[in-house]
């Protein structure tokens, strides 16, 4: 993952100090700890839990694709969705896949 600039680009004026935790704390931090655990497994574990807090805007879009660009395939989102509508809810899910479906197309 490049260096992630979104917080100073959407909020760097507005909220500058929440800008730079998510930029250079979440992002270039935390997310770095791939030693720990991987990109991929931390896409997925995103994914999950930004479905799961019913947060099914472009947030959860940025990181279906984030997981997509990690290597998860179409056919394991698929599977992790349905894995978690179980424990998320059935709405949820389905909002997630619209997103993810728009992400992976019809490849």
Do not use: C
């Not at 989102?77 to 949820?92: C, Q």
């Amino acid at each position: 993952m490049g260096k992630v600039t979104a917080g100073r680009d959407e909020l760097g004026e507005f909220a500058p100090k929440f800008a730079q935790l998510n930029d250079d704390v979440l992002f270039g931090e935390v997310w770095a700890r791939e030693d720990k655990l991987s990109a991929r497994d931390r896409s997925i574990v995103t994914v999950t839990a930004l479905m799961a807090g019913g947060i099914l805007d472009s947030s959860l879009k940025f990181h279906i694709q984030n997981a997509k660009n990690h290597g998860v395939t179409k056919e394991e989102m698929a599977e992790i969705l349905t894995h978690a509508a179980f424990y998320a809810g059935w709405p949820k899910a389905w909002a997630a896949f619209r997103m993810a479906k728009d992400v992976y197309g019809e490849e």
